[in-house]
């Protein structure tokens, strides 16, 4: 399988299974059109009929033959190496955790898929003890892996801040004993950061995402506090100090959500990026379409041209000497993700569970408060096993529209709770956020191949462009 696109001037072809990346000049980008394996022996006449009118008969003989060569090579339109691993899909040991720490939120963000903070199931903080037990069922549930992530999650974390240093003190003390180590995020809207807290958290958390959205108008649209008022001059100050007290070597991200209302989003990555942040990440709202904020198909197109548009301003800020990650264009097309977790994906209701106030367990932070997910509870014990099997066979092979896509390997079949609110199964893929994958992933992958191509010399980068 190949996957072939025009952008930013250059013709790109992906080798699906392989994951091989061509740069190839119009001649072959045009032939890939009818030449498929099984390749004959000379290029069929149809094709060099279809393409003389505009290429030398003999460069297309030669183009056809060097198609042939690579086919038989397996460099394009390589064999799935990857089908025979789903077999290996099954339970295993949980190494991740989303902790909800607090089901209450000091802001009142119009998207905010966990109901303002609550989930739809009443305010309340989670109780130093049923933390306590969160972090024990993690150690026993891991069996031998070592490392461990547990975020701390909400509502609003920093409204419970005594029981968060808790949990992190005790889980500290235990992680000794089993011979462990855990890895703390934490993601905050920041209107409680102070100086203790950022001091906490830059000793503590190896990951911190930070919730902000871009410009102010953006912001403030869509993020206000309790009272109605815009959050954006309130907690700018405050990312700005926890990210510049911060270690070069621990990870933040500021991460915002882009919906109708702003489809110029790359306005608001640069903004953030003008205000001093290196790690971003926008990504579009996922929400019921009857929401006027809300992205639907139609927006398909705009957002796609954004995307482009995204994906040159980050080249030519490259260009100048201004780096900075966007989350949705950071790609290895050298290695990446290993066979299995390029099936499964985040592995949510099998290696990840998420754990509310009440001590609930689901699949993962965005079916809480799905009732029909509710995986047990932490109090009495209780722990679905079948519905850890069922999440652990939700992988690329077993989703229908995956098994056929392109983009498979990168997505891993998407999120498999947004699948189930607007598709209403976990194996159905959200049509939405599938299209808007793909744009990124299109463009992440000419981010690179330029990158690539302007490190080479002159003349290697020229003949790089001959065919293939």
């Avoid at 607090?102 to 009142?108: A, G, K």
């Avoid at 892996?145 to 701390?152: A, I, T, V, Y």
């Avoid at 409204?159 to 089993?178: G, H, L, S, T």
């Avoid at 503590?204 to 995402?209: L, T, Y």
């Amino acid at each position: 399988m190949i996957h072939k696109y025009e952008m930013n001037g250059l013709y790109i072809v992906l080798d699906v299974n392989s994951g091989g990346v061509h740069l190839v000049d119009e001649l072959t980008y045009r032939m890939l059109d009818d030449a498929v394996p099984p390749f004959a022996d000379e290029c069929p006449s149809e094709i060099i009929e279809k393409l003389k009118s505009d290429f030398d008969v003999q460069d297309i003989i030669d183009c056809y033959a060097e198609l042939k060569e690579l086919a038989e090579q397996k460099i394009l339109f390589a064999n799935d190496e990857y089908e025979k691993y789903a077999r290996f899909a099954a339970p295993a040991p949980i190494k991740a955790m989303c902790l909800h720490i607090s089901h209450d939120c000091n802001m009142r963000c119009q998207y905010c898929f966990a109901s303002t903070g609550d989930f739809g199931t009443g305010r309340k903080l989670m109780p130093v003890e049923t933390g306590k037990l969160a972090i024990d069922f993690l150690l026993k549930r891991s069996k031998d892996r070592k490392f461990l992530e547990l975020d701390f999650f909400g509502g609003e974390p920093l409204m419970n801040f005594n029981a968060v240093k808790e949990v992190v003190k005790y889980a500290r003390e235990r992680e000794k004993e089993y011979g462990k180590k855990f890895r703390f995020t934490m993601t905050t809207n920041g209107l409680l950061l102070n100086d203790e807290s950022i001091d906490f958290i830059n000793a503590e958390m190896s990951n911190v995402v930070l919730s902000i959205d871009g410009r102010k108008e953006t912001n403030d649209r869509m993020r206000p506090v309790v009272n109605g008022k815009g959050s954006y001059d309130i907690i700018l100050p405050k990312f700005k100090k926890l990210v510049n007290q911060r270690d070069k070597n621990l990870d933040y991200y500021v991460r915002g959500t882009f919906t109708k209302y702003n489809l110029d989003f790359s306005d608001d990555v640069f903004s953030l990026h003008e205000a001093g942040f290196k790690q971003i990440s926008v990504e579009p709202v996922v929400s019921d379409p009857k929401y006027p904020y809300a992205l639907t198909e139609e927006d398909i197109p705009a957002v796609s041209a954004e995307y482009e548009r995204l994906a040159k301003r980050i080249l030519e800020n490259d260009r100048a000497g201004k780096h900075f990650n966007f989350f949705h264009f950071m790609i290895d097309l050298d290695a990446g993700p290993c066979a299995i977790k390029r099936l499964k994906g985040c592995g949510c209701g099998n290696e990840y569970v998420a754990v509310t106030p009440d001590g609930d367990i689901y699949p993962c932070h965005q079916f809480v408060g799905i009732e029909k997910f509710k995986m047990g509870n932490l109090e009495d014990g209780t722990f679905n096993e079948d519905m850890k099997q069922e999440f652990s066979q939700s992988h690329i092979y077993n989703k229908p529209k995956c098994r056929d896509c392109w983009a498979k390997f990168y997505c891993s079949g998407g999120c498999n709770a947004n699948n189930y609110q607007y598709q209403g199964d976990i194996l159905e893929s959200h049509t939405l956020s599938c299209e808007l994958e793909k744009k990124r992933l299109e463009c992440a992958i000419m981010i690179q191949a330029v990158k690539k191509m302007e490190n080479l010399a002159p003349d290697e980068a020229n003949s790089a462009f001959k065919h293939c």
